[in-house]
């Protein structure tokens, strides 16, 4: 038996309707930072909006480090 995991949905920055990925259920929001195209300098991962098609910067703050 696989047991899904519990997850919600992060959403598109830009647009705010595309879901650009998921998070883990306890993962703080606040500790995600979203950025559009103009600041995707500062991210360090990437994903698509399904609904706008931009391209979504993904960075994550570390636990601990503040
Ligand atoms: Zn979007």
Known sequence: ???VK???AVRCPVCGKGR???AAADVDP????LYGPEHADK???FSKCPKCGLQIGIS???AGHS
């Open 6 to 8: 519990r997850t919600h």
């Open 30 to 33: 606040g500790r995600l930072h």
């Open 20 to 22: 650009v990925i998921d």
């Open 60 to 62: 994550f703050e570390k």
């Open 43 to 45: 991210a360090e991962l």
């Open 1 to 3: 038996m696989q047991q």
